[in-house]
């Protein structure tokens, strides 16, 4: 998808360009190059418009013809921004990875790696729905771990950030997902008696991802490998944890507006 747009844009650029050049070239007319912040104005009311497809191509323009301008920058990071908002997940995760890397000092260098995890977050949200209503021990869910890194990154880099509050409700759901997927898969191995490989998938879970809605049903889990396994000493040590807790353990609900599955996203401070 995200090269079909790319394509798309491309020959557009190329229909309206080669005319020009073909008058300029039977005129021998000098071509006129258009004024960075014409680009960059043209950008900002096509987002306005949410017309992001053709806000790419102005951004583009400024990045490819001023990669030195005024707004070189600032374009770099309205890119995140805009190639998220037209559905292009990758081409934002790349544009934040290519912005973390050339403006490491930037204003706006947060806002990069936070995009950046939401990117992850959200490109591979096809599989996520379908994760939901199927096996998850059948599902690669390694876009939901990179994301979860991503997240995590942003967070220790800049807890005091604007976008920081976001990025703790994905978390949370992320670290629900995750959990979800491992102790699938600790079941399976638990049906067909393979003890080791559901212990291990489930210990993942308590000592990777803490306190998410999943951690008792990893306790209960590795109680029952520790007996068929006989190490009684280690099963009951769980049942305390178990029997402490009453039999559940409270997770952090997420309460957010900010759908999964919606395409919203904070745009970047404007320097």
């Known amino acids: 998808m995200m090269q079909i747009k790319k394509y798309l844009r491309s020959n557009l650029a190329i229909a309206i360009i080669l005319p020009l050049f073909i008058t300029a070239c039977n005129s021998d007319a000098p071509v006129l190059e258009r004024p960075e912040k014409v680009y960059y104005d043209t950008a900002q009311r ?7 497809f053709s806000a790419i191509e102005s951004l583009e ?16 990071a309205e890119l995140i921004y805009a190639y998220y908002m037209n559905g292009e997940d990758e081409a934002s995760h790349e544009a934040a990875e290519k912005f973390i890397r050339l403006n490491p000092r930037h204003p706006n260098i947060d806002y990069a790696y936070f995009m950046r995890g939401i990117a992850s977050y959200t490109r591979d949200k096809g599989m996520f729905a379908r994760i939901f209503k199927s096996d998850l021990s059948n599902r690669d869910i390694s876009g939901a ?24 409700q994905r978390l949370i759901y992320l670290r629900s997902l995750i959990a979800k997927n491992e102790l699938v898969a ?34 209960k889990i590795i109680r029952e ?13 769980i049942e ?4 402490a807790n009453g039999g559940s353990i409270t997770e952090t609900n997420e309460v957010s507006s900010w759908n999964f599955f919606s395409r919203k996203a904070p745009r970047p401070n404007q320097n």
Do not use: H, W
Request: charged share 25%; hydrophobic share 40%; glycine share 4%.
């Open 145 to 168: 771990k990179q994301a979860f890194g991503e997240l995590s990154e942003f967070l220790t880099r800049f807890p005091k950030s604007q976008y920081a509050p976001y990025a703790s």
């Open 46 to 52: 096509r987002m306005k418009a949410n017309n992001f």
């Open 225 to 237: 490998c520790y007996q068929a396994l006989g190490y009684f000493q280690l099963m009951d040590d």
């Open 240 to 243: 305390s944890v178990i029997e």
């Open 186 to 219: 600790a079941e399976y191995y638990l049906k067909r008696e393979a003890y080791v490989a559901a212990l291990r998938r489930a210990k993942y879970v308590i000592e990777n991802i803490p306190n998410s809605s999943e951690t008792m049903r990893a306790l």
């Open 61 to 76: 323009a400024i990045e490819a013809r001023y990669p030195f301008g005024r707004y070189a920058e600032q374009a770099q």
